[in-house]
């Protein structure tokens, strides 16, 4: 197997597992870890995507920088709205 296709796989296993458990959890700090573990998924694939002929694409590497650091200003602001939910449920 090349290094590709182990990426690959990695990814898209990383992807179904987080779409699983979106739709199977209900409370709000998994429902944020499993979009945290959709993105790094993506990313994954995104990376796995990029490689030509044994070459890197830069491109699609500052892509997925871009995106990490937007998704941690995302988790961020979910973790906040997610408390901010769970205090109007003990008043």
């Known amino acids: ?9 990695a990814g898209s296993s990383l ?7 979106l ?3 209900g409370d709000m700090l998994l429902r944020v870890l499993s979009l945290n573990v959709l993105a ?3 990313a994954v694939l995104i990376f796995a995507s990029a ?3 044994g070459m890197t694409d830069p491109v699609p590497q500052a892509f997925v920088l871009t ?11 979910l973790l906040a709205l997610a408390e901010r939910i769970d205090g109007h449920d003990d008043e």
């Open 1 to 9: 197997m090349t290094s590709e296709l182990i990426y690959i796989c």
């Open 15 to 21: 992807v179904g597992l987080a779409l699983y458990r």
């Open 67 to 77: 995106g990490i650091v937007v998704l941690v200003g995302v988790t961020a602001a």
């Open 40 to 42: 790094i998924g993506i």
């Open 23 to 25: 739709a199977t959890y």
């Open 51 to 53: 490689r030509n002929a």
